[in-house]
């Protein structure tokens, strides 16, 4: 039972693990896509479940490699900023800010 014509995809592929998010992935796209997808993630960033989540997603990789890749874009660097510091709200994240050499 699909949409005809669509065909599903198999188990091992729905399965599949995500990869792991790059620089050269961060780096392709529009800057002002980027910086409204992340300014949307700070305002919703507002509890530490939330924050826990999205860190358990790879967010906070994916923040520090797009800050190493586009720092100098004002455009993407200010709403990025804004996502670590709502992600920094949390105490483990800001251990893992440290851990990683990001000041908190």
């Known amino acids: 039972a699909g949409v005809p014509g669509v065909e599903a995809p198999a188990a091992a592929e729905a399965a599949a693990p995500a990869a792991e998010p790059s620089s050269e992935a961060v780096a392709e796209g529009s800057d002002e896509h980027l910086a409204s997808l992340l300014l949307t993630l700070a305002r919703l960033t507002c509890s530490n479940k939330i924050c826990e989540e999205l860190v358990a997603l ?47």
Do not use: Y
């Open 58 to 104: 790879g967010a906070l990789d994916l923040c520090l490699a797009t800050l190493r890749a586009r720092a100098a874009a004002p455009v993407v660097a200010r709403p990025l900023l804004s996502l670590l510091s709502a992600l920094a709200g949390n105490d483990e994240v800001k251990d893992a800010l440290c851990a990683a050499g990001c000041p908190a």
